[in-house]
């Protein structure tokens, strides 16, 4: 009897093609996945197969639909794509572990030793497994698989020349829908008051997106010989982005594709607390951590500790002259290798694909005959006709405007072409099947 896998995917040029790795490998050993848009995935719940539902998310935003996939009896298993980089532990613990959320998985999934442990200390962990697996989005990046990226950098490269990728991160500041940006609403309105770490975090963030307003323009006046690329998080607004690059005819705003090609296309990467840094280093792009203010609270480490800091436009340009030329030297690159071990597993050996697998096969099947009861089944009916009410108001996170800019669509023939080329880097997937079942929702199966 095959076993069941849904994956769904929130952001498309952050998550699917890692997740449609991660689908290929599940199928490969006899699983049938559905894979796709999140949202679409979360109103199908009560007529998908009774399946292990992989999360993506520990906020408490989620703890409704978490509990109603097990009413329906699916098995829950938790992870969390932000759960590699956080300012502290207790910091990311009262702002982006939700309360009673811990205890409602089958089992858990981190990115790394450091994760594992903070989720052990976390007060609301009730003793699920948690197997450190690493992430698919890291095993893309590793040489097996980052060729299927190299035609895409190339085209990138004979597109802008030499360019400097600078990496936004402050949605919570610039949202696209300004009425869902939560660390601006409080500071302005108290939202919150009762949580210092969310002031505390909005007043940093805010502090933080004034200086990469300042060096925008700055850093294109001083690298006139180079495009600035500026990518903004999927969530973020680029209108403000494209104000401070107005007159700057060396400056590009825009945010398109996966993150992999960017960054092996560019000469080197500025951010501030961003993911992208820690891809970077996995993929050898140098990385500058621009810092115009600094939090001992607030300070995302790791991608920092995984680049060069500095803190005024000065430095900056000078650090980013010598890492295009010299590169990261021997000292400072094994210092950050012994970094990355703790809190990156996957870098070497098996995928993280195929170690999330594995840790599937502990748990305990769903049940094969589970039929929730009407009540259930009422409150799905319920919560799905609130989200197609809040899929017509504009400005709201559900809106279909909303969620076409975080998923903007993938179709059938595009997935089939994805999932040979994984599979002629890695000789695998000969025996891996696709078929669309809705828009932007596949079903990855074994061959008959």
């Known amino acids: 009897m095959h076993r069941h896998l849904t994956i769904p995917c929130e952001t498309q040029t952050r998550e699917f093609d890692a997740k449609l790795l991660l689908a290929c490998c599940a199928a490969e050993r006899g699983y049938r996945v559905t894979i796709g848009e999140k949202k679409r995935l979360n109103r199908r719940i009560g007529t998908l197969p009774v399946s292990i539902y992989l999360s993506k998310s520990l906020t408490s935003r989620n703890l409704k639909i978490y509990r109603l996939l ?4 699916h098995r829950v298993v938790l992870g969390d794509e932000e759960g590699l980089v956080y300012p502290s532990a207790e910091t990311y613990v009262t702002t982006k572990v939700g ?56 085209a990138l490269r ?12 402050f949605s919570r500041i610039n949202h696209y829908l300004p009425g869902e940006s939560r660390h601006r609403k409080a500071l302005d309105e108290g939202i919150d008051a009762h949580n210092p770490d969310v002031v505390g975090l909005a007043r940093h963030k805010q502090l933080l997106f004034e200086g990469f307003k300042a060096m925008v323009p700055a850093l294109a006046r001083s690298l006139p010989e180079f495009t600035i690329v500026l990518r903004p998080h999927p969530s973020e607004s680029d209108e403000v982005w ?11 705003v825009l945010n398109q594709g996966a993150i ?70 021997p000292q400072r690159a094994e210092q950050r290798a012994e970094v990355a071990m703790r809190h990156l597993s996957g870098l070497q050996g098996p995928l993280a694909a195929d170690r999330i697998i594995d840790a599937l096969e502990t748990v305990d099947p769903p049940p094969g005959n589970f039929a929730a009861s009407w009540g259930v089944r009422f409150e799905l ?10 899929a017509r108001i504009p400005a709201h996170r559900n809106s279909s405007a909303y969620l076409e800019h975080m998923f903007p669509g993938v ?18 997937f000969a025996a891996v099947r696709v078929s669309q079942v809705d828009p932007n929702v596949f079903r990855v199966t074994p061959a008959p």
Request: net charge neutral.
């Open 158 to 169: 004979g597109r802008y020349g030499q360019f400097v990728l600078i990496n936004t991160n």
């Open 411 to 428: 179709g059938l023939d595009a997935v089939r072409v994805q999932i040979q080329r994984y599979g002629e880097l890695l000789g695998r």
């Open 260 to 329: 992999a090609p960017w960054l092996m296309a560019a000469d080197a990467v500025v951010h501030n607390g961003c993911t992208t840094a820690i891809e970077a280093y996995v993929l050898g792009t140098p990385a500058v951590a621009y810092q115009p203010v600094t939090s001992e609270r607030y300070d995302l480490d790791l991608p920092n500790a995984l680049s060069e800091r500095v803190s005024d436009t000065e430095q900056l340009v000078s650090v980013l002259h010598r890492l295009i030329e010299q590169g990261v030297s």
């Open 381 to 390: 009916l319920r919560r799905n006709l609130r989200k197609a009410i809040e």
């Open 99 to 154: 309360a009673d959320i811990l205890s409602l998985g089958d089992a858990m999934l981190a990115w790394g030793e450091e994760c594992a442990r903070v989720w052990r200390a976390a007060p609301g962990y009730r003793g699920a497994p948690i197997h450190v697996t690493g992430n698919p989005r890291i095993d893309l990046l590793r040489p097996e698989l980052s060729p299927y990226f190299a035609h895409e950098a190339k």
């Open 70 to 73: 097990h009413q329906f009896g």
């Open 242 to 252: 494209k104000r401070c690059a107005s007159g700057c005819g060396n400056v590009v």
